[in-house]
């Protein structure tokens, strides 16, 4: 019976979560933390949580150029129609960010066009695994919300890739190439087809769709049960 009881705990999949996300986006970077957080909190209370995450692309502005950066003060005043009301959502959410333990500095942050960083994202996972590519996506989040950093930049992305594993040579030349471009596209298709037109968006086995960054305790509720029926 307990050998029974040890096959059937090993064929048992982990729980599959794709989101889609874009690396300037401050509530993708929060609801990120948030999803961590609940996992966490789960474990910390016996709770056996075995998550399969994997990111996938999307960009808010797909027609931001390549290869040129703005502060993003700017890029959201032309956006929500002026610098007062920008300085408004940048010092929300940046409010919003330290509550969950993220520093944002808003100030100091460059808008550029994410193409490069979702395809070193896409690579990671493809060559490194999905929790490697956890770890670059915070990474690129940091670096971006915090850091100051262009990450559009070819030297910034493969410093991020190399902090989390990956070695920098390769990642370097990765991004000098046109590799995974097309696996991006194909990503921001599904995306459209699913309708998803609004990130993050966190969907479940396939099957539960969760826009936005909710807080904790649902993260929690939802993986709860999720697990509850798939044990059942």
Same mark, same amino acid.
């Given at each position: 019976?307990?050998?029974?009881?040890? &096959?059937?705990?090993? %064929?048992?999949?982990?729980?599959?979560?794709?989101?889609?996300?874009?690396?300037?986006?401050?509530?993708?970077?929060? @609801?990120?933390?948030?999803? *961590?957080?609940?996992?966490?909190?789960?474990?910390?209370? @016996?709770? =056996?949580?075995?998550?399969? %995450?994997?990111? #996938?692309?999307?960009?808010?502005?797909?027609?931001?150029?390549?290869?040129?950066?703005?502060?993003?003060?700017?890029?959201?005043? +032309?956006?929500?129609?002026?610098? =007062? +009301?920008?300085?408004?959502?940048?010092?929300?959410?940046?409010?919003?960010?330290?509550?969950?333990?993220?520093?944002?500095?808003?100030?100091?942050?460059?808008?550029?066009?994410?193409?490069?960083?979702?395809?070193?994202?896409?690579?990671? /996972?493809?060559?490194? @695994?999905?929790?490697? !590519?956890? #770890?670059? #996506? /915070?990474? %690129?989040?940091?670096?971006?919300?915090?850091?100051? *950093?262009?990450?559009?930049?070819?030297? &910034?992305?493969?410093?991020?890739?190399? !902090?989390?594993?990956?070695? !920098?040579?390769?990642?370097?030349?990765?991004?000098?190439? *046109? /590799?995974?471009?097309?696996?991006?596209?194909?990503?921001?298709?599904?995306?459209? =087809?699913? @309708?998803?037109?609004?990130?993050?968006?966190?969907?479940?086995?396939?099957?539960?769709?969760?826009?936005?960054? !909710?807080?904790? =305790?649902?993260?929690?509720?939802? %993986?709860?049960?999720?697990?509850?029926?798939?044990?059942?």
């Amino acid at each position: 019976m307990i050998a029974e009881l040890l &096959v059937i705990s090993s %064929i048992v999949a982990p729980m599959r979560v794709i989101i889609f996300s874009d690396v300037v986006c401050p509530w993708c970077y929060i @609801g990120k933390r948030r999803l *961590d957080t609940a996992v966490a909190n789960l474990r910390a209370r @016996g709770v =056996e949580v075995d998550l399969d %995450i994997s990111y #996938k692309p999307y960009q808010l502005d797909p027609t931001a150029p390549i290869g040129q950066s703005m502060p993003v003060a700017e890029a959201y005043a +032309k956006k929500f129609g002026g610098a =007062e +009301k920008a300085q408004q959502i940048l010092a929300h959410v940046t409010h919003i960010a330290s509550q969950d333990g993220i520093v944002f500095n808003m100030d100091i942050a460059l808008r550029a066009n994410t193409l490069m960083a979702h395809r070193l994202l896409v690579m990671a /996972e493809r060559d490194y @695994g999905n929790e490697v !590519q956890a #770890k670059l #996506k /915070e990474r %690129i989040m940091q670096s971006y919300f915090t850091d100051g *950093d262009d990450i559009a930049n070819v030297d &910034v992305l493969s410093k991020c890739a190399r !902090q989390v594993g990956i070695p !920098q040579d390769k990642a370097t030349q990765f991004l000098l190439s *046109d /590799e995974c471009v097309y696996d991006v596209q194909e990503s921001l298709q599904m995306a459209a =087809e699913n @309708g998803i037109t609004a990130v993050p968006t966190f969907i479940f086995n396939d099957q539960w769709s969760v826009p936005g960054a !909710q807080d904790v =305790e649902m993260f929690e509720r939802v %993986i709860q049960r999720l697990s509850e029926r798939t044990e059942s």
